[in-house]
């Protein structure tokens, strides 16, 4: 069965740094997007994605993230400098196309980002 | 701002009884609720999804209601197996809001053999 592929599975950072996040959504899907879940928390909307450009993004998605389809498999999340606060496990999701069908998410494992 | 409340943080049922899960919401009128499942350090899987305009939907030993006059949803899990223990999430949706979902903080059911 398609899954969504995140790598890598734990990041570990320093504050400050830049990371990216990778993920490769299910081939034959059009909408992309990431959430995050701090540990014990709900999980959170970050950004939607659809035909290369962003759909919606949320407050927690500011100046310091950006997402990318640098080509036709994978989909980024780019975290320019690193905070505390930014330790979280980040989930990458795809949808396929269809009124009803574009709703019902598919989420990758996760990469689980540490910073210290 | 909108709040998605689901029921105690953690269910305990005997294998092979009922659990049901409750999700209530306050200021959002979604077009879709899903719920979804998640084991620990995974991510979420799709179990069933139901529009404002339906009651109820089923899914094998699954079952979704939705008031929308309430604001809630129960979710109903027949013949409970200990294989079913897991945290389980509501989430809300609308129409043409680039498909983002809002969740609620999850119920963490476990079933005893």
């Known amino acids: 069965e398609p899954e969504v592929t995140q790598t890598p599975s734990h990041q570990v950072t320093q504050m400050g740094q830049e990371v990216i996040l990778r993920c490769v959504p299910i081939s034959n899907h059009l909408y992309f997007y990431w959430y995050r879940q701090i540990l014990g928390q709900k999980v959170e909307f970050l950004v939607s994605f659809y035909n290369n450009e962003i759909s919606e993004k949320s407050e927690i998605f500011d100046d310091q993230f950006s997402v990318e389809r640098p080509d036709g498999s994978n989909f980024t999340l780019k975290i320019r400098s690193t905070k505390l606060e930014d330790s979280a496990m980040y989930f990458c999701a795809s949808s396929p196309t269809g009124v009803v069908a574009k709703n019902i998410q598919y989420f990758g494992a996760g990469t689980r980002l540490s910073v210290l | 701002s909108q709040k998605i409340e689901q029921n105690s943080e953690a269910l305990n049922i005997q294998e092979g009884k009922t659990a049901t899960l409750t999700c209530n919401y306050t200021n959002y009128s979604p077009a879709y609720l899903q719920w979804y499942r998640q084991d620990p350090g995974r991510g979420p899987v799709f ?19 939705f008031d929308t006059t309430l604001k809630q949803s129960l979710f109903h899990i027949t013949a409970s ?4 223990s897991a945290t389980y999430l509501c989430a809300l ?13 999850g119920t963490e059911l476990s079933v005893k053999p």
Not at chain 2, 49 to 63: A, D, F, G, V
Not at chain 2, 81 to 84: E, M, R
């Open chain 2, 93 to 105: 949706a609308r129409e043409n809001q680039g498909g983002k979902l809002i969740f609620g903080q």
């Open chain 2, 81 to 84: 197996q200990p294989a079913d």
């Open chain 2, 47 to 65: 179990l069933l999804l139901i529009r404002e305009n339906e009651k109820e939907k089923r899914k094998e030993r699954l079952k979704v209601t």
